[in-house]
């Protein structure tokens, strides 16, 4: 085994090339990143209303009811992507009444950067405006103050929807 001695004696020529490719994987890596920014930016995210009917069915098929979405936005909240949904309405597969399951008039969800490199989409702000729930309750059952919480996943996630109403 070589001692620590011989092993800090390694040829500057060495030392330079490992130099010199780390330099060359770091500028591909950030041109990779800037391309990948304009490419979101002036491509993507523009053509994102187009796609409101096939997010909509997508949608639909996950949860197994209709679903409605009025207007897709898109922009930009400083370096994070931003979408705004507007008129997004769950409907009574049923179609037992008009009312929608569920209506939020307006969503705002930030894209947090962090979603890039775990593969899964994590939001840096959700922003729910008005959300209305239509509730079928048994007797003596009740939504305190008008607050509903809900959690997913199995995780230490939670929703709180604050100041919403219920029919």
Do not use: H
Request: glycine fraction near 8%.
């Amino acid at each position: 085994m070589p001692s620590p001695r011989a092993i800090l004696r390694v040829p500057r020529a060495v030392i330079f090339a490992l130099v010199r490719f780390l330099r060359a994987v770091v500028v591909v890596g950030f041109a990779t990143f800037a391309l990948a920014l304009l490419l979101l930016r002036f491509v993507l995210l523009p053509q994102v209303e187009n796609y409101r009917e096939t997010l909509a069915g997508l949608l639909s098929r996950q949860l197994g009811q209709p679903i409605e979405i009025a207007v897709l936005t898109t922009g930009w909240d400083g370096w994070n992507p931003k979408l705004v949904v507007e008129g997004f309405r769950v409907l009574d597969k049923a179609r037992t009444s008009p009312t929608p399951l569920l209506a939020l008039p307006k969503l705002e969800m930030i894209v947090a950067w962090t979603s890039v490199p775990l593969m899964e989409l994590r939001l840096k702000e959700l922003i729910v405006e008005g959300p209305r729930l239509a509730i079928d309750r048994e007797a003596g059952c009740f939504l305190p103050g008008g607050r509903l919480e809900l959690s997913w996943g199995g995780r230490d996630r939670r929703l709180v929807f604050g100041n919403s109403s219920g029919q």
